[in-house]
């Protein structure tokens, strides 16, 4: 799925801590989100593990399943 610059709309490029804009040179913070509700998930850490739950009624949300997009500013 390709994500869009909430400022310019040009494709965004994915880095280790989020997405780049080339266009309009502005970083943004990645976001997981539900792959069925598309709203964002809680992050739970424990023990160096990450797990992913919706709090919409979808329960945890596997790792591969994840969607990531820009939190805007």
Request: net charge neutral.
């Amino acid at each position: 799925m390709s994500q869009h610059c909430p400022a310019c709309q040009q494709p965004l490029s994915a880095t280790d801590s989020g997405f780049h804009c080339p266009s309009c040179a502005r970083d943004y913070d990645a976001e997981a989100r539900c792959p069925d509700c598309q709203q964002p998930l809680q992050v739970l850490k424990a023990c160096g593990a990450v797990d992913y739950f919706c709090q919409h009624g979808h329960g945890l949300i596997s790792k591969k399943r994840v969607q990531f997009a820009p939190l805007s500013p």
